[in-house]
């Protein structure tokens, strides 16, 4: 089989700009051609990689933070009875009050637990976290752009604000941020 020499050039042109893992994609689709002797240009066919080339779509590492519908707030590793490594995770949603409260495990690279919950309000950045099943979770937390500061429903507004204000948040019983450097580090170590 041999390809017109102008769609040879246009596709060479075109495979060169692909990410590596559509290029792998046309190779296959180069080989398959040739081991079975079809010409795909026969029958009007493009590759999938060819179509996609126009359709402008950026890589996961290209999407801006901005973009996201939610933000993900986490804790630092611990290690269970059983010796996995868990770490809390709690994402909100930036356009409704839902929030989801879940423990990874990174071992099995799945959730040990996932709570929906809900968020309430309560002023000056202090937002009540309801769970919303019958379950004995619910907490006070402070949120900034970069922290959740997670408190007992104990506390009062004014003592948490006092406990940010005066002392970086000590007596918040989880403290979760937006990069995990303990979880990176893990994944540096494999």
Known sequence: MVL???ITAAMS?????LPPFRRSCCTIIDDFQEEFDIDYEEYDFDPLPYQMKDLNIPSID???EETATSTDYYGEQRINAKGYTLVDC???????????YSTFNYERQS???SIPCTLSLQ??????LTPDMDIDFTYYIYKTDDTVYMYSIDYSSNEIIEDITNNGGNMAEQVLKTTNDSLRKKIAEQ
Not at 13 to 17: A, G, R, T, Y
Not at 123 to 128: F, P, Q, R, S, T
Request: proline residues 3%; charged residues 35%.
């Open 13 to 17: 042109c075109w495979k060169s700009q």
């Open 4 to 6: 017109r020499p102008e």
């Open 90 to 100: 709690l994402s909100i949603d930036k356009d409704t009050n839902e929030a989801t």
């Open 123 to 128: 002023g000056n950045n202090i937002y009540l």
């Open 111 to 113: 959730d040990e637990e």
């Open 62 to 64: 290209e999407i801006q």
